[in-house]
């Protein structure tokens, strides 16, 4: 699905920090977000996505995760990566990457929680993820 209704990057940055975003988080009682992935890089482009994480007190329904995904689509006039950090089925690399973002739009107690407890995971386990960074993903 590719939208492209013409919004530039910054255009995009305006309406992620605007009321209106914030409130489709709010009403379905979501006060963890974070931007991560392309959109804050010099990678992000006309075809990119945009990825968000929540951390709301339990795991999503699937189908309120479908309902937020497609008003966030409409609302973005692109695709949209929604992650929630407390979906088991979500790789924990991506979690770690979600919760290092230093865009935070939306955050509570949850959030510094589920920091804690992912970078507890990594330090924890960081002679794998420095294998994985090597041999898989063929970062040095």
Do not use: H
């Amino acid at each position: 699905m590719s939208f492209n209704e013409g919004y530039n990057k910054s255009e995009l940055l305006a309406i992620i920090e605007s009321e209106k975003f914030k409130e489709i988080f709010i009403k379905n009682n979501i006060f963890n977000v974070l931007i991560f992935g392309s959109l804050y890089t010099e990678e992000f482009n006309e075809e990119s996505d945009v990825d968000i994480a929540v951390i709301a007190q339990n795991k999503i329904p699937f189908k309120t995760e479908i309902n937020i995904t497609l008003e966030l689509e409409k609302l973005l006039g692109r695709d949209v990566d929604f992650i929630d950090i407390n979906d088991e089925n979500i790789n924990n690399i991506i979690k770690i990457e979600a919760l290092n973002s230093k865009k935070i739009i939306i955050n509570d107690e949850l959030l510094n929680n589920a920091i804690e407890k992912y970078d507890r995971l990594y330090k924890e386990n960081r002679e794998f993820w420095d294998i994985l960074d090597r041999e898989v993903l063929g970062n040095e």
